[in-house]
């Protein structure tokens, strides 16, 4: 299983990006599909998964400001990014469980600055 990420980029405070992930390869059933990040100097964090049937869990503090969504018909996981902010500011990795392998994806930057 191959995971591909886009999206990422520099953008201004208040802000919005959209990243997006593919998986291709040999997939029978996604079980989870999340987005981590890792800013310089702290570790890698949830930020947003999609379990099973549809459950959705988010950090504290990326509530009300991202969304997280999947294309099956894609196997593509979404975050649409609003309202960002300095501290949201770090390398954004996806990634996907099938059966019970995880897998991830090889991280994109986004970067917060006035």
Known sequence: VQ?????????????????????????????????????PGKQRELVAAIVGGGTINYADSVKDRFTISRDN????????MNSLKP?????????VKVGSVTYWGQG????VSS
Do not use: F
């Not at 018909?73 to 649409?80: G, I, S």
């Not at 501290?87 to 990634?95: G, K, L, P, R």
């Not at 994109?108 to 970067?111: D, R």
């Open 87 to 95: 501290e949201d500011t770090a390398v954004y990795y996806c990634n």
């Open 108 to 111: 994109t930057q986004v970067t």
């Open 73 to 80: 018909a894609k196997n593509t996981v979404y975050l649409q």
């Open 3 to 39: 995971l591909q990420a886009s999206g990422g980029g520099l953008v201004q405070p208040g802000g919005s990006l959209r990243l997006a992930c593919a998986a291709s390869g040999r997939i029978l059933s996604i079980n989870v599909m999340a987005w981590h990040r890792q800013a």
